[in-house]
């Protein structure tokens, strides 16, 4: 059984950062591409980060040169750094494989960004 947990979220501030962590069991990101992904209230979800088998890493425009994802193999996990964070990245934020496969949702963590 395929179990994504992700973590790290919280109220920050404009222009503050928070690094959010996606573990999983049940699967290895080691063969598979990652995302992260976001839903704002009343928007569909996005992907705003992936990372490849091989490392490579692409970017919705909206959070290029912000955001950071990486990922660990030996503890299979994928991070993402968020940095000059904005309230418009004020979120639910999910890990899922790329394409995504309904069933590994998992519960996300809410970035709240606010003065």
């Known amino acids: 059984q395929v179990q994504l947990v992700e973590s790290g979220g919280g109220l920050v501030q404009p222009g503050g950062s928070l690094r959010l962590s996606c573990a999983a069991s049940g699967i290895s990101f080691n063969i598979y591409t990652v995302g992260w992904y976001r839903q704002a209230p009343g928007q569909q979800r996005e992907m705003v980060a992936s990372?490849?088998?091989?490392?490579?890493?692409n970017y919705v425009d909206s959070v290029k040169g912000r955001f950071t994802i990486a990922k660990d193999n030996a503890k299979n996990t994928v991070y993402l750094e968020m940095n000059s964070l904005k309230p418009e990245d004020t979120a639910v934020y999910y890990c899922?494989?790329?394409?995504?496969?309904?069933?590994?949702w998992g519960q996300g963590t809410q970035v709240t960004v606010s003065s």
């Open positions: 990372i490849t088998r091989g490392g490579y890493t």
């Open positions: 899922n494989v790329n394409p995504p496969v309904r069933v590994f």
